[in-house]
């Protein structure tokens, strides 16, 4: 729980709760089973950072080309060890369930605890933007402007269930590196998003939840009413601007196969400071 950092003491914030968000490639009804691998990828990925003791919420958002450590399993649950691989493989080669989710992130970011996790396909996107009537954008580049005209950078749109998924999900994959693209887009409706689901939880606490239980086919998460309304409160008191969302710094390459992303490992460690830890006085 404590940690030197450039000759200073730090300690672990033990107010913090974090969650993990994983939205991945399938469709249809989700849930676990007992072959592992051979399940989706995930697109998406952020810790959500929720800090009780500085009222303060952050997203780490992880590039799922990030090169790390993932754990692979035989399709009867083996234990095959880790080794390198992109993070949005983890999810893949697990059981479709707990197991998919957590470990690869807890290794990336040095063993912060993870408290809860949520994991979304597309199925739910248009449900999940529904839930807050349509979420209200300025889009951040024009990867999606010749697909839809209506979603050039610069322009004020609200989304609906004919665009969510692209504005999500598209990316020319004939471009090196068009992840970033995809990114870009992610922050800015999660930002968006966020704003519009503080006001929901304001007008009706319940109704959210209730809202939320009918995805359940399409949603999977450790988050029980309890928690929810314990989280949700909290939502409602901390601060979140544009600023408190991160992305860790690093390099894009090209790969045999796919594109990788290295992270800057010093500037990583300095990011889990800020975030996790205080100076011990």
């Keep these: 729980r404590t940690r030197t950092y450039d000759g200073r003491e730090y300690q672990y914030n033990s107010?913090?709760?974090?969650?993990?968000?994983?939205?991945?490639?399938?469709?249809?009804?989700?849930?676990?089973s007992t072959a592992y691998s051979n399940k989706a990828r995930a697109d998406s990925i952020?810790?959500?950072?929720?800090?009780?003791?500085?009222?303060?919420?952050?997203?780490?958002?992880?590039?799922?080309?990030?090169?790390?450590?993932?754990?692979?399993?035989?399709?009867e649950g083996d234990d095959m060890g880790l080794y390198?691989?992109?993070?949005?493989?983890?999810?893949?080669?697990?059981?479709?369930?707990?197991?998919?989710?957590?470990?690869?992130?807890?290794?990336?970011?040095?063993d912060i605890p993870i408290s809860d996790y949520v994991v979304t396909n597309r199925?739910?996107?248009?449900?999940?933007?529904?839930l807050v009537g349509g979420v209200t954008v300025t889009v951040p580049n024009n990867d999606l402007a010749e697909k839809h005209p209506d979603l050039k950078e610069g322009t004020v749109v609200t989304l609906d269930d004919s665009n969510i998924e692209d504005f999500l999900r598209y990316r020319d994959t004939t471009k090196d590196f068009s992840n970033e693209g995809r990114i870009a887009?992610?922050?800015?409706?999660?930002?968006?998003?966020?704003?519009?689901?503080k006001q929901l939880l304001q007008e009706d606490l319940e109704s959210a939840w209730t809202q939320s239980q009918e995805m359940t086919d399409h949603l999977q998460t450790s988050i029980t009413k309890s928690k929810y309304l314990g989280l949700a409160n909290l939502l409602q008191s901390v601060s979140f601007t544009d600023?408190?969302?991160?992305?860790?710094?690093?390099?894009?390459?090209?790969?045999?196969l796919h594109d990788e992303f290295y992270v800057d490992e010093d500037a990583l460690e300095k990011l889990i400071i800020d975030l996790f830890y205080e100076p011990v006085s």
Excluded: W
Aim: negative net charge; hydrophobic residues 35%.
């Design 123 to 130: 199925s739910s996107m248009p449900e999940i933007n529904r």
């Design 15 to 32: 107010l913090i709760t974090t969650i993990l968000y994983a939205g991945i490639d399938s469709e249809g009804k989700m849930e676990a």
């Design 243 to 256: 600023a408190d969302y991160y992305r860790p710094e690093g390099t894009d390459q090209l790969g045999d």
């Design 185 to 197: 887009r992610q922050q800015t409706y999660i930002s968006a998003y966020i704003s519009q689901f």
């Design 84 to 110: 390198t691989s992109h993070l949005g493989y983890a999810y893949s080669y697990g059981d479709g369930g707990e197991v998919s989710c957590e470990e690869a992130v807890q290794l990336l970011i040095g």
């Design 46 to 75: 952020a810790l959500v950072i929720m800090d009780k003791k500085n009222q303060k919420m952050s997203i780490l958002a992880l590039n799922r080309d990030t090169m790390t450590q993932i754990r692979r399993y035989t399709r």
